[in-house]
Nanobody, 127 residues
Framework: QVQLVESGGGVVQAGGSLRLSCAAS????????MAWFRQAPGKEREFVVT????????YYADSVKGRFTISRANAKNTAYLQMNSLKPEDTAVYYC????????????????????WGQGTQVTVSS
């Protein structure tokens, strides 16, 4: 069982930056993977970025590529999402997700592929 706790959300002006954190506790293995999703008001939850923990393979959604960067601190079992050049359309609740069964050969970009979810953290970008 893995527990995820997110932090780092807030309010920022367009063009600004925020860094989100996702701390994982509990047992993880070599097939462990994490991702960030987000859900804007009135919209479905959408994929942002995914990371296979042991290999470091990363895949970004086109909407955030070049602006967002995911990284990890192995010793802390923590993933970070650095968000730069933020836009009003980035406003959403951001969720961290994880799985113990991250297969090789493809990226996990769907909600159903993740077993564990954080509580979410609000990011608001004002224009």
């Amino acid at each position: 069982q893995v527990q995820l706790v997110e932090s780092g959300g807030g309010v920022v002006q367009a063009g600004g930056s925020l860094r989100l954190s996702c701390a994982a506790s509990g047992q993880t293995n070599s097939d462990y993977g994490m991702a960030w999703f987000r859900q804007a008001p009135g919209k479905e939850r959408e994929f942002v970025v995914t990371l296979h923990w042991s290999s470091g393979r990363i895949y970004y959604a086109d909407s955030v590529k070049g602006r967002f960067t995911i990284s990890r601190a192995n010793a802390k079992n923590t993933a970070y999402l650095q968000m730069n050049s933020l836009k009003p359309e980035d406003t959403a609740v951001y969720y961290c997700a994880a799985t113990d069964y991250y297969g090789s050969g493809h990226y996990y970009t769907r909600e159903y592929q993740y077993d564990y979810w954080g509580q979410g953290t609000q990011v608001t970008v004002s224009s």
